[in-house]
């Protein structure tokens, strides 16, 4: 059964998909002006403009249609008079006012794409292995480099240069390098500040293999540490264990999380683990399901997330250990084997 069929399978009205990442990964159509209309009886239809029109005549499955630049606009007049499901969270004000206004009409649907997208086929799970391998690779070059002198702009440079000299698409996302007090903020941009000796650096990075993304964190040492930053470093990494082995199948991301949170609230460092254990990786950094306070997404076979608690100590410094996992039948596969122990550098 393809994708189409099993998206087509759970739908009570024709959906109209135009997130581009959404159309990618039922048509394998990577465009930035595209849709794709599916029916409940299985049944689709592709359209894009002149760019991608040829492209579009070559995927299985669809009829292409090639409309003019102004899609939406085109849209309106081509489905007028149809009722028609849309992707509440991603189409936009204005295009859903001009597909009123030419005669559609639109009801919402949530998440329908996604949630097929959050169970990884196994080429998509091969995919995401072989990127968190080059991260694996890059992390494990870092430990060789040396740190101190450097800014963390020239860092974070470095690892995204490594990860295309090594086959990488390019990176999954911005790099992160936090030196010092900058590793309190859990999403720094990495800027010019030098990094000093007798700190914490956290470096967030992740790589991009036939589309699909991987992401990875390590924690390093410049020196000698401060016994508050030494202890944010063991707790967090024995949180992060303790997420590991939390999650499986019906697990749900709420339990998942408590997992890990119960570690480092035990420390009387809870309030300093502002954000959630983690979420689902694939064509997206960040996509379905989970791992959070509150979330009541269940873990299936299949599904790709991140591990990744933090500390954060304002002023000081901070830690983030990240792995990736692939859920299976009776745990996970963890995707990243790069050494967690704390690794000092120069």
Not at 65 to 73: I, K, M, S
Not at 143 to 172: D, P
Not at 244 to 263: C, K
Request: proline share 4%; charged share 25%; aromatic share 4%.
């Amino acid at each position: 059964m393809t994708r189409l069929d099993r998206l087509a399978a759970g739908l009570d009205e024709p959906l109209l998909v135009t997130r581009g990442v959404n159309v990618r990964y039922l048509t394998g159509l990577t465009s930035s002006n595209a849709a794709v209309l599916v029916e409940p009886a299985g049944d689709a239809t592709l359209y894009t403009d002149f760019r991608y029109a040829e492209a579009a005549s070559s995927v299985p499955d669809v009829t292409a249609v090639e409309t003019g630049r102004y899609l939406v606009q085109e849209l309106a007049v081509l489905l007028a008079g149809r009722r028609l499901a849309f992707e509440a969270e991603h189409l936009s004000f204005a295009d859903h006012a001009r597909l009123v206004a030419g005669g559609v009409e639109l009801v919402p649907a949530h998440g329908a794409v996604e949630r097929l997208r959050a169970v990884k086929e196994p080429a998509e799970a091969d995919a995401v292995r072989r990127a968190a391998a080059l991260s694996d690779a890059v992390f494990a070059e870092l430990a060789g480099e040396r740190f101190t002198g450097r800014s963390e702009r020239e860092l974070a440079w470095h690892v995204e240069r490594r990860f295309r000299e090594l086959g990488a698409e390019g990176a999954s996302f911005g790099t992160v390098v936090g030196s010092g007090p900058n590793g309190a903020r859990p999403h720094v941009e990495p800027g010019e500040r030098t990094i000093g000796a007798g700190e914490l650096v956290v470096v967030d990075a992740g790589a991009v293999v036939d589309g699909y993304c991987s992401g990875c964190t390590r924690t390093f040492a410049t020196g000698p540490l401060p016994s508050d930053l030494a202890e944010a470093y063991a707790v967090c990494l024995e949180a992060e264990l303790a997420g590991l082995a939390a999650v499986r199948p019906g697990v749900t991301g709420a339990e998942a999380d408590a997992a890990a949170r119960a570690v480092i609230e035990a420390a009387g460092l809870g309030e300093r683990f502002g954000h959630g254990l983690g979420h689902g990786v694939g064509l997206e950094v960040h996509e379905a399901p989970t791992l959070r306070p509150g979330a009541e997404n269940v873990l299936e076979t299949g599904n790709v997330v991140t591990v990744e608690p933090g500390i954060y100590l304002p002023g000081r410094g901070g830690v983030r250990i990240e792995d990736l996992v692939l859920v299976t039948a009776d745990g996970c596969e963890q995707l990243n084997g790069v050494t967690k122990e704390l690794t000092v550098v120069g």
